[in-house]
Nanobody
Framework: VQLQASGGGLVQAGGSMRLSCAASGGTFSTYTVAWFRQAPGKEREFVAAVSHTTRRSHYDDSVKGRFTISRDNAKNTVNLQMNSLKPEDTAVYYC??????????????????WGQGTLVTVSS
């Protein structure tokens, strides 16, 4: 499966932004799709995922209540709606696809297909 991320840019703190991850070349519904982010000098960290087995969403505590992940299997896309953005949300955001067990859903090494990354900058 190949992934293409889009939707990043510059937004003021408190604003909203929507990221999209479009998939091609695989059976999209059989993959867990997740969003990770990586700030300068930091490791890639888990943001959110929607499981291919349970269809449930999972979030890092830092984004719960602010971000919403959703998938549309008919369109082969996963979206990340980000509200109430904070400067600390500034990072390059990557979507990844894989088939992790639920206990490993937040581990980037489990995902084997990645989009190219899209930069989100939140100004204070």
């Amino acid at each position: 499966v190949q992934l293409q991320a889009s939707g990043g840019g510059l937004v003021q703190a408190g604003g909203s932004m929507r990221l999209s991850c479009a998939a091609s070349g695989g059976t999209f519904s059989t993959y867990t799709v997740a969003w990770f982010r990586q700030a300068p000098g930091k490791e890639r960290e888990f943001v959110a995922a929607v499981s291919h087995t349970t269809r449930r969403s999972h979030y890092d505590d830092s984004v719960k209540g602010r971000f919403t992940i959703s998938r549309d299997n008919a369109k082969n896309t996963v979206n990340l709606q980000m509200n109430s953005l904070k400067p600390e949300d500034t990072a390059v955001y990557y979507c990844g696809a894989g088939r992790p067990i639920l206990s490993a859903i937040s581990r980037p090494e489990i995902y084997y297909a990645w989009g190219q990354g899209t930069l989100v900058t939140v100004s204070s």
